[in-house]
């Protein structure tokens, strides 16, 4: 097997007494489009968290194309090459669509403080060469034409992706995309089910996905784990996820061997 571009090691996050996740491995490989689901509470978020850096595991160690990350800071940790959106959309919402995706482009283009106050010519080529590539990014997910509009007056779906994008820009190994379809209608699930195909096949990008929608995530995802009060219950396809009696007694209760 070669190296994955994510691998995370006997994961444990405690708060207190409250053990939240519990000795969690998984790993994703290049390019690949991996899936995370469990019940409300199972751990989901947390375990993300303790994977880019928002907080450090109790125990186990996360490696990002072979190289430890455990214990960096979630600022390094992008740096390095992963990127996630929220539950929640967290857009700059009086900014518009340009300048949030510009924001995200800040640490691949340097300017030093002397061209910067000066506007030396460097400073407008740079400036030039970000604006062509969050345009380029804006084009390719239909999102050029509202380049200029406040990202906060945008539709609830169109908002999505913005946020989706902004963290593309970033330029990431791995994306992590927390519940993206929340809230969205079938057609803008459906948009987002594009968005993702996009973001794996033709950026070459890993996809890590929390998502509720099991229709969504039996579409799209290569591999699935499910994860049950803090523990990891399986992993496999999304046919072998499905035929799991573990899995459709943590989803549904009562007899793991009943007829569904």
Known sequence: ???????????????????????????????????LIGPNGAGKTTLFNMLTGVNAPTEG????????????????????????????IRLFSDMTVLENVLTALTNHYKESFVSS????????????????????????????????????NLPYGAQRRVEIVRALATRPKVIFLDEPAAGMNP???ADLTRLIKK??????????????????????????????????????????IQDNPEVIKAYLGGDADADA
């Open 1 to 35: 097997m070669t190296t994955p571009i994510l691998e995370a090691k006997e994961l444990t996050q405690k708060f207190g007494g409250l053990t939240a996740v519990d000795n969690v491995s998984l790993h994703v490989g290049v390019d690949e489009l991996v899936a």
């Open 61 to 88: 160690d996360v490696y990002l194309a072979g190289e430890k990350i455990t214990g960096k800071k979630a600022y390094a940790v992008a740096q390095m090459g992963i990127s996630r959106t929220f539950q929640n």
């Open 117 to 152: 106050v000066l506007r030396l010519p460097s400073y407008y080529k740079t400036e030039a060469a970000m604006k062509e590539e969050a345009m380029k990014l804006l084009n390719d997910f239909g999102l050029a034409s509202v380049a200029e509009n406040r990202a906060g």
């Open 187 to 189: 057609e803008e699930t």
């Open 199 to 240: 973001i794996q096949s033709e950026y070459h990008t890993a996809v890590l996905l929390i998502e509720h929608d099991m229709s969504l995530v039996m579409n799209i995802a290569e591999r699935i784990y499910v994860l049950d009060h803090g523990h990891l219950l399986a992993e496999g396809t999304p046919k072998e």
